[in-house]
C-alpha cells in the first residue's frame, strides 16, 4: 500500500535528488485545483500542488519482472529539456515537471516502484532503454515499426505536430506542403517531426515550388528567439509544446495542426527494452489510469486534454519505415 512517494530525479551526468514527490488525493474528482502560474494560468511551481497520487494494484504490480521487483524501483528517462509541458524545469530551474514526468509518477505508484526519474538527452534516452539502464522512457516518444525493432511500448496520446508563427505573421493556416514552399523553418533534428518536413519539402521540389530552408535548434529557447528575431518564419514541432508556448508567452499562434505521421496517426507510448518482460505491466497500469480517471485529469492539467487515447494499447501499428 502507498502512503507516501519520493520522487527521485537524477541528472544524468550528476545525479542528484532534487525534489520530493508533493502528493494530492488519490481521488481526482477530491484533489486541490493546481496553483495558477503568473502567466497563462498554468502550474510551473516545484509543489506541483494539483498532481494527483494514487494507491498501488497488487495484481498489476505482480506483473513487474522480479528484479525490478526486488530492486523496488522504477528507473525512468525524460528530455526535462525545457520543451513545457511536456518535460521541463520547473520555477527553481530544479525541479522536472510537466505531463510526461506526472504519467511516470502515476505509473510508478500503480507498480509500487518507488520512482527514479533521471533527465538525459534525446539521443542517449534511447541508448539507455535499450541496454537496460533505463527501465522505461516517458518522454514524447512515437511508436515506429523501426523502434518497434529495439523496444516494447504502452501507448498514452495522440501523436500531433503543430506549426507555430508569430502572433503578426501574415501566415494564418498552413495545412500541405505548399503552405511552407520557400519558407525558412525550425526543426528537431532526429525527430519524426523532421521526417514529415522533408517528407513536404521533397514534395514542392517534385512539384516545381520553392524549397523550404530548415533550420535546426537544440533548445526551444532558440527556436523561439528565431521566431521573435524573424530568422525562421515558422516552427513545426509537438503540438504539446506549441499550444503550452501559444498559450502562456502570447506572442505566437498555431496554425496548423498534423497528424504525426504526416498523413498517418501515431501514439505516444511508454518505451521499453524489447523482451525485457515490462510492457504489459505499463500498459496494465495506464489503463487503470484511464479507468479511474486519474489519467484524463493529468492531462486537463496541462491542457492536453484533446491527446487522450481510450486504451493504451501494446505495441500498436506504429508509423512506417521510411522508404
Known amino acids: 500500500m502507498i502512503t507516501r512517494r519520493t520522487w527521485l530525479v537524477s541528472l544524468a551526468a550528476a ?120 527501465d522505461v522512457g516517458f518522454s514524447n516518444i512515437t511508436v515506429t515499426e523501426e523502434r518497434k525493432e529495439k523496444y516494447d511500448f504502452a501507448s498514452y496520446r495522440v501523436d500531433t505536430l503543430a506549426w507555430e508563427v508569430p502572433q503578426d505573421s501574415r501566415i494564418t493556416a498552413i495545412d500541405g506542403p505548399a503552405d511552407v514552399a520557400g519558407l525558412t523553418v525550425s526543426v528537431g533534428s532526429g525527430t519524426n517531426q523532421e521526417k514529415v518536413l522533408l517528407d513536404w519539402d521533397a514534395q514542392n521540389r517534385a512539384a516545381g515550388r520553392e524549397p523550404v530552408t530548415v533550420q535546426y535548434y537544440q533548445q526551444a529557447s532558440d527556436t523561439y528567439l528565431a521566431l521573435r528575431s524573424g530568422r525562421i518564419q515558422a516552427a513545426f514541432g509537438p503540438n504539446p509544446t506549441a499550444a503550452y508556448h501559444a498559450l502562456v508567452a502570447g506572442d505566437t499562434k498555431v496554425v496548423g495542426l498534423v497528424p504525426g505521421g504526416g498523413t498517418v496517426q501515431a501514439d505516444i507510448a511508454a518505451t521499453t527494452q524489447k523482451g525485457n518482460g515490462l510492457v504489459q505491466a505499463l500498459a496494465d497500469a495506464l489503463n487503470h489510469l484511464i479507468g479511474t480517471g486519474a489519467y484524463a485529469s493529468t492531462l486537463e492539467r496541462w491542457n492536453l486534454a484533446d491527446e487522450a487515447v481510450p486504451v493504451s494499447e501494446v505495441n500498436p501499428p506504429g508509423l512506417p519505415k521510411a522508404g
Open 15 to 134: 545525479p542528484a535528488l532534487l525534489s520530493a514527490c508533493s502528493g494530492a488525493s488519490a481521488d481526482p474528482a477530491a484533489a486541490p485545483a493546481a496553483t495558477p502560474a503568473a502567466s497563462g494560468g498554468v502550474d510551473t511551481s516545484p509543489e506541483q500542488a494539483g498532481r494527483l497520487t494514487v494507491e498501488a494494484v497488487p495484481e498489476i504490480a505482480a506483473k513487474v519482472p522480479q528484479e525490478i521487483r526486488e530492486r523496488g524501483t522504477l528507473v525512468i528517462g525524460t528530455t526535462g529539456s525545457g520543451n513545457p509541458p511536456l518535460s521541463f524545469r520547473a520555477d527553481d530551474d530544479e525541479t522536472v515537471i510537466g505531463v510526461e514526468p506526472d504519467i511516470a509518477l502515476l505509473v510508478a505508484q500503480v507498480l509500487d516502484l518507488e520512482p527514479d526519474v533521471r533527465t538525459t538527452s534525446w539521443e542517449n534516452l534511447f541508448l539507455s532503454m535499450e541496454s537496460g539502464q533505463y
